[in-house]
């Protein structure tokens, strides 16, 4: 038995390409088991998500089975797939990139972990059609098991890599949990409204949203479901805020250390996380100096974001040797138990229901 | 026996203190686990230490400075597994064994460590329940000042913007901040009760109670005005430091006193 991968990402393709080869979560687990009516089919998992599709399957003989991949392709998206946008591997090539893809090391941010959960959605859907069996099962458990371990042995998904998770990352390491915390949105920028939203997703309690034109401030507040404050305003709501964002448009500082050292008196001893998207910037340098006062600028968030990506990609060397030691005993057994020998000793994958 | 229990608990915490600088250099991730397992062994052999002690010496093991400092240790502990699992903070064992392991090396060093255990008669309930509670109160204020320590490394790295590897495996802040207060709380509660029994046992332990109610007192003024919001908990922190090397020194005063009694 063979292990094979057809299929194409970012990596390869644009996303008008990749869209026309897109098969829909809910069709994924139907068309694995159309194809594996074919006889050069054995086994087909289908991993289709925004930034790849690819069409996992086992066979007797690779060669003809990823002819027969490639005409059913063409027959279910009305385009042939071709090289160099489709990428053919089949043995340890195969097991290898799969391997990879679910340990976010193909990614297009390195180290990602949603991947993880597509592909176990498209693994449980393919099952449950029926469109699995011995190979693609094992091949599927050890990969889950190969993800779990890069991921708790190394820092591969460590650090926060964008500004909005950098905030979160900070704003968690000030407050612990969020969903006591109330957010405060000085002007109404796109990174601060992105970072408004990730704070949100990580349970922030409140989202107030403060600009010079109010109804843009209403839009904004009505979006994130938050409140409008009038901008002469924000001043007032500042007992009731632990984070605040400066993404106005000013061209000198909105927050400076003079307004807020008095305000911080009244807060009980409650730190103040500042985030400065703007540029020029909203807030006074000075700001970070008043005691329970943590001042963050974009250069610092993205100084962040980019010491993570730097971290993750050292660790990308440890990563592949992981995967290469199971990618050499997932090859042994493929090997081995397709000829007789029975040969799972050592195999069974950590887990594997 | 028993000091063979008490050389293997002094390994074992600095084995738990140089595992945890290992998995935080090597960006390990999952080391709490193998820090409590090293770090209740400690405990275990420790206990095993101050049970043998007591059989040998008819009482509470506390008859020198060397044993009072086995105990403090020993306090320091168990209340580090009673607290270091309710608030989450793992990292409080990385930052208890040194503590710990110091402890009991200057405890090993002092010259009455060498000398065999002397059976005493008891010197009844009282006096014994005072010396117990109040260094098990010391042993919460010495965690008070490791979450100290910790609250001032994280609020500098946050300041400064240094997100290192020791960053990321720090608590929030603000978890920190209350373990300072709790903790000290927690101390001042075992250091009341203490000083109750202090008064029960007579004017044997009356110096004592002194002694023991100049260490109560500013903790209690800390408390109060940390209640009030008066205080930040920057500076509660650098205070939780402060406090607990000042009740440290007045301990050698406190064991001579309560050796003589």
Known sequence: ?353 | MERAFLVTSTLCFLAGFAYAMYALGAKVRQHSRWNFVVMLAGFILQSGFLQLRSSAVGRCPLTNLFEVLVFLSWSVMLLYFVVGGTYRLSLLGMFTAPLVFLIQVVAQLLPVAMHAPVYKKSAGFWPELHAAISLVSYGAFALSCVAGVMFLVQERHLKRHTLNSFFQNLPPIANLAVAVQRLMLAGFALLTVGIVAGFFAGHAAAAIVVLAVCVWLPYGVLLIMRGTHRISSRRIAWLAVAAFTVALTTLGALSVLHISN
Request: with cysteine.
């Open chain 1, 1 to 353: 038995m063979e292990v094979l991968c057809l299929g194409l990402s970012h990596k390869t393709a644009p996303v008008e390409m990749r869209e026309r080869f897109a098969i829909g979560d809910a069709n994924v687990g139907e068309i694995s088991a159309l194809l594996v009516q074919s006889p050069a089919v054995r086994e087909a998992v289908i991993v289709s998500t925004c930034n790849r599709v690819e069409f996992y399957a086992a066979a007797d003989d690779s060669t003809v089975a990823l002819r027969t991949v490639s005409d059913f392709i063409k027959e279910k998206c009305g385009h042939a797939p071709e090289a160099p946008t489709f990428i053919e591997l089949k043995s340890a090539e195969g097991i290898r990139h799969l391997f990879r893809v679910v340990s976010g090391l193909e990614s297009m941010v390195i180290g990602e972990t949603e991947i993880l959960g597509q592909v176990k959605k498209a693994y449980q859907s393919a099952q449950t059609a029926g469109a699995t069996s011995r190979t693609l099962n094992k091949l599927f458990q050890r990969a889950f098991n190969v993800a779990k371990e890069v991921r708790t042995k190394t820092s591969i998904t460590r650090g926060a890599v964008s500004v909005g998770s950098a905030a979160v990352e900070l704003a968690e390491k000030i407050f612990g949990r969020l969903d006591s915390c109330n957010v405060m949105v000085l002007g109404a920028g796109e990174t601060a409204e992105m970072t408004a939203k990730a704070l949100q997703s990580r349970g922030a309690k409140a989202i107030f949203v403060s600009n010079r034109t109010y109804e843009r401030a209403v839009s904004l507040a009505k979006m994130l479901g938050g409140r409008a404050v009038h901008f002469d305003q924000w001043e007032r709501e500042f007992d009731a805020i632990d984070i605040l964002i400066g993404s106005t448009g000013a061209p000198h500082a909105v927050v400076t250390n003079a307004k807020i050292s008095p305000l911080m008196t009244r807060r009980q001893d409650r730190p103040l996380f500042c985030i400065d998207l703007a540029v020029p910037r909203d807030f006074e340098a000075s700001v970070n100096d008043i005691e329970g006062v943590y001042l963050y600028d974009i250069d610092a968030l993205q100084g962040i974001a980019e010491q993570s990506m730097q971290v993750r990609r050292q660790e990308l060397v440890r990563c592949e040797e992981m995967i290469e030691r199971h990618v050499t005993e997932f090859s042994r057994w493929l090997t081995t138990s397709h000829h007789g020998f029975g040969g799972t000793a050592g195999m069974q994958p950590e887990g594997a229901k």
